[in-house]
């Protein structure tokens, strides 16, 4: 152990010349390779987050665009359907108002033909009187023109 210090005393000199000289090295080292690589570094990194932040822009900016030609389109298949709803409905109320009318037309028809019917009733009833009277008369007429006996 004396013998290490010992050299190291006697070599003090040299060995912090040495010292001097490799730490000269590191800060060169430090200066011209070490520090333009971390800011070439730090500059590939901007550059990654400038990319990044172009390509999330563009992404914001497609689907914006893709949202907007869907609520376009949404909203004009709504109008498409709600027109072909309108049309529909118009139609079934036109054959509904057809269909109403035509039953309507039945309903007097029903109504003329049950009066028509009670008419002919009666008319028959006078008839059925007629006749008996008739049958009567002619009774009484054929008593009246037969000799007596």
Known sequence: MRKIWRWTQDNAGPITVTLAVLGGFAAIIQFSVVR???QGFTAVNQRIDDQIRYIDQRFDDQDRSINQRFDAQDRSINQRFDAQNRSFNQRFDAQDKYI???FDAQDRRIEDLVRDVSELRKLNDRVIRNETRIDILTEQLQT???PAP
């Open 36 to 38: 333009p690589m971390q």
């Open 100 to 102: 109403n009318q035509r």
């Open 144 to 146: 009246a023109d037969a």
